[in-house]
């Protein structure tokens, strides 16, 4: 019985010790790569410009002055005017908390229903596997934007059914890749010791598991954000997205590419805008790819 | 800008007219008391359009090839070119000629029919047909044919989405939804072959107006028997207007070429019209590009052809009778409180709004456009909605939401369309939330849907315009807001007081009598405000300068194929580049 419990008590042990230097190895490989620190340091730039949008913005978003339509940059307004006369800069600094938010929230939708289906998929196995994982090919199988669309038109407008229509359609990836780490992990000894120590099944997923199928989840998770912007951003631009007068970044390309030949200032700062968050969001998942799991390159 | 439509010198000028042609001032009352909006030109045999005028040194081009489209003018392929069937198919007007036809004042006045009279109280007309009269085949198109597309448009058979449109035609309704089965029973009837007798309902003295609409344009019945619905394919077509379609590649070009047959042949000069469509995405490019001699200008490329020294000659502005409005929902709350609809009316800063539009709009503070029969330049009119932000703040006293407080959630819908609609409803929303502090959430609905939402009155709060389809307030008011329309009704605000000026209109033979219960059916909708007048809609076009011939209204403005007005093709002419 000792014996017995030395063999498992270590190979838990060695977990925690391999675990916590693979994030402090991590951490080390991220800060060395210089991409991937930039994109970072633009990314957390972007959450506290969208946290205190309300302190930053020099006027509120839904201010306009119709004396003052579409003007070009000046001091006043350093990016311009809009169509009504509204001050293009506090628009895009409240539009990064709509695209911040649809990042991240909407991750949180994928990652509540992809990780469970997955886990459960590769855990359980047998019917439920093959059940569960030919939905997920017939979910993976729908053209996603379309999908998306279809799903908004049915919710309608609006950021909590963006977050929603993103979620319902983001899983799938996120699932196959729990799904393949759990069946991997589920042999390992470590595993079967724990069984055998009496844990049930969910202590097992939760704590023996899914910790251990960490990595690429957070990886799946660090691209899934931009992905979730774009196409808040392209649902926006078709005009299925956010409402008016909520400013969001796509939709502000929407309503100023008509005017680009006249105007070129309504979308050309917001298409920037899109442009430098998708490329910091990329090199910032790069980065903690290669960091984290340099295997899953 | 004070235009009414039948000014009382117009009148005068008309019985001048009707002198000069030997008709007396008896038979000059039964016809002028009906002709709503019919000026004087009607009255005598018109060429189809005036011989070009030519400057000094300038010579008619020997390539007469006119190019057009753009802007929203052709950005779909045309569903047919069968507008006896369906009034919307988006095809080319130019193609047929109806008995009569809109000038550029937005008249109706004689196109086919070579005269046309009614009973003393307008209940029954009768329309002359011109013995020139032919489809392009050659053969004669008579008052049978005209009989016979009318009712193919009534055949419940036809399916015709727009039927309703001749409904004032004696037994047209009931024929059209299947209650009665003999088409002879339907009021239109050929005497013979150019005598056209039509039997209303009632005294409807619009009727000569309604016969100059796309929707009673003739068909021919030959080509129609036999090749169904595929009659207007450049290769079955037969039409009996100044062009004939020579080809239609669908989704991309329709060229149209001169008929020999038409009976004004010789009054028109163009010998091939391109028509390409375009997509309303490309702005001004192919004009731009010389790939097309006029088109319709978007918002986002006036300015910049206008600051151009290069273009800015070959920009014009040219009416468009549509209105944008408010719909605020009556059965929905805080709509369904009339102090709440007012502050709402009285907020709406509409000189401030149409700046969004930048010259495409004009404060509206009614439902007709100047400068077309019904418009209204009363200031008892202009005062009952107008903006006044403190009037608007003083409404809300009383209810729940004084001080702009506690509002709930308030949707605004409109539908998916370019016509710089999106911009003015934001301004909607943004003058509301300035001065009511009422935060609307501004909902963009694809067409279908919207229309169906509209339909079941289910929607909170509404923008919505209406395009004029012909000249009289009877479509403004009748088929807009008529209480007791069972089909398409957009608000769900009734009022039989304004129901019963409409039906009087519309029974009301004197026009000066009809047009002032138009006025108080406006002055009735506005003080409950069942609707809110926002913005009339402008247009602008751009033509080469080597196009000729466009014609001008009374105002003195350029008028270009829009809404009513579906005649210019005729008049144009090219002349050789400089």
């Not at chain 1, 055998?196 to 799946?220: D, E, K, M, S």
């Not at chain 2, 090839?65 to 392929?77: A, K, L, V």
């Not at chain 2, 456009?369 to 009383?398: E, W």
Request: aromatic share 10%.
């Amino acid at each position: 019985m000792g014996r017995a419990a030395v063999a498992v008590a270590v190979p838990v042990d060695e977990t925690r010790i391999r675990m916590s230097s693979l994030w402090r190895d991590g951490a080390r490989r991220l800060l060395r790569n210089r991409l991937a620190l930039a994109g970072g340091i633009v990314v957390v730039l972007l959450c506290l410009v969208a946290i205190f949008a309300d302190f930053l913005a020099p006027l509120p978003y839904t201010k306009s002055n119709f004396g003052r339509l579409n003007e070009a940059p000046s001091r006043e307004y350093p990016l311009g005017t809009d169509q009504l006369g509204r001050d293009l800069l506090s628009r895009m600094i409240y539009g990064a908390r709509v695209s911040m938010l649809v990042g991240l929230g909407a991750q949180v939708i994928v990652v509540l229903i992809g990780v469970p289906i997955g886990a459960l998929s590769g855990y359980l196995g047998g019917r439920m596997d093959i059940f569960l994982t030919r939905f997920i090919d017939v979910m993976y199988a729908f053209p996603r934007l379309l999908f998306v669309i279809l799903v908004m038109s049915a919710l309608g407008a609006g950021l909590m059914n963006i977050f929603i229509a993103i979620g319902l359609t983001g899983w799938v990836g996120i699932a196959r890749q729990t799904r393949a780490q759990v069946l991997a992990i589920k042999e390992k000894e470590f595993v079967d010791g724990a069984r055998a120590l009496g844990a049930g099944f969910g202590r097992l997923l939760a704590c023996h598991i899914l910790p251990n199928a960490l990595t690429p989840i957070v990886v799946a998770v660090t691209f899934g954000i931009p992905e979730a912007i774009f196409t808040e951003a392209a649902l926006s631009f078709i005009g299925v997205g956010i409402n008016p007068p909520t400013p969001s970044w796509g939709q502000m390309v929407g309503e100023g590419q008509q005017y680009i030949r006249s105007y070129w200032h309504l979308c050309v700062f917001p298409s920037i805008a899109i442009a430098i968050t998708m490329l910091s969001f990329t090199f910032f998942g790069d980065g903690v790819r290669d960091a984290l799991g340099p295997k899953l390159k | 800008m004070k235009i009414l439509p039948i000014a009382d010198a117009q009148v005068d000028l008309l019985a001048e007219r009707l002198r000069a042609v030997g008709v007396g001032r008896r038979e000059f009352l039964k016809l002028a008391a009906g002709l709503a909006a019919m000026g004087p030109a009607g009255f005598n045999a018109q060429p189809v359009a005036a011989a070009p005028k030519l400057a000094p040194g300038e010579k008619l081009a020997k390539d007469q090839t006119f190019r057009y489209g753009g802007g929203g003018w052709w950005q779909d392929d045309p569903t047919s070119h069968d507008f006896n069937k369906d009034l919307y198919c988006n095809g080319a007007p130019a193609l047929f000629a109806g008995l009569m036809k809109f000038n550029a004042d937005h008249q109706s006045v004689l196109y086919v029919a070579s005269k046309v009279s009614s009973s003393p109280d307008g209940s029954q007309w009768i329309f002359t047909i011109r013995k020139d009269s032919k489809w392009s085949d050659g053969s004669p198109c008579t008052a049978r044919d005209f009989e016979w597309s009318w009712k193919r448009q009534l055949d419940p058979a036809s399916a015709a989405p727009y039927a309703a449109f001749l409904y004032d035609i004696k037994n047209a309704q009931a024929f059209n939804k299947k209650e009665i089965t003999d088409p002879s029973q339907v009021g239109v009837r050929a005497k013979d072959d150019w005598t056209l007798e039509v039997m209303l309902e009632g005294p409807r003295g619009y009727f000569p107006v309604l016969a100059a609409f796309l929707a009673a344009l003739p068909a021919h019945r030959a080509s129609v028997e036999k090749h169904a619905d595929k009659w207007t394919e450049a290769a079955n077509i037969v039409c009996n207007g100044p062009f004939v379609l020579e080809t239609w590649q669908h989704g991309k070009v329709m060229v149209l070429r001169k008929n020999k047959h038409f009976f004004g042949a010789k009054d028109v000069t163009l010998d091939t019209v391109t028509i390409p469509i375009i997509p309303v995405a490309s702005g001004a490019l192919p004009y731009e590009n010389n790939e097309i001699d006029l088109t319709s200008l978007q918002t986002g490329d006036l300015k910049r052809l206008q600051s151009s020294p290069k273009t800015v000659e070959e920009v014009f502005r040219y009416p468009f009778p549509g209105t944008w409005y408010l719909i605020p929902q009556v059965t929905k709350p805080p709509f369904d409180n009339v102090k709440v609809r007012r502050a709402v009316a009285h907020a709406i800063d509409r000189a401030n709004i149409v700046k969004v539009a930048q010259g495409f709009a004009i404060p509206a503070h009614a439902m007709i456009p100047p400068g077309f029969p019904g418009a209204l330049d009363d200031p008892k009119v202009k005062a009952i909605q107008h903006f006044d932000p403190k009037l608007a703040m003083a409404q809300l006293r009383g209810t729940p939401f004084e001080g702009g407080k506690n509002w709930p959630k308030i949707t605004l819908t409109m539908r998916d369309e370019a016509l710089g609609s999106k911009p003015l409803a934001e301004a909607v929303q943004s003058v509301l939330l300035e001065h009511l502090n009422m935060r609307t959430d501004l909902e963009v609905l694809e067409p279908r849907v919207f229309r169906e939402r509209l339909w079941k009155q289910d929607l909170q709060f509404v923008w919505i315009r209406w395009f004029m389809d012909y000249p009289d307030p009877h479509n403004e008011y009748f088929d807009t807001f008529y209480g007791k329309k069972t089909t398409g009704r957009r608000q769900a605000w009734v009022n039989d007081a304004f129901d019963k000026e409409l039906e009087a209109g519309r029974d009301t033979s004197n026009t000066r009598k009809r047009m002032a219960h138009y006025a108080k059916a406006e002055e009735i909708m506005q003080t409950d405000v069942g609707y809110i007048p926002v913005a009339w809609m402008v247009r602008y076009a751009a033509a080469k300068p080597n196009v000729r011939g466009i014609e001008k209204n009374r105002q003195g403005e350029f008028v270009v194929e829009a809404n009513v007005y579906v005649d210019m093709l005729p008049h144009l002419y090219m002349i050789e580049k400089a």
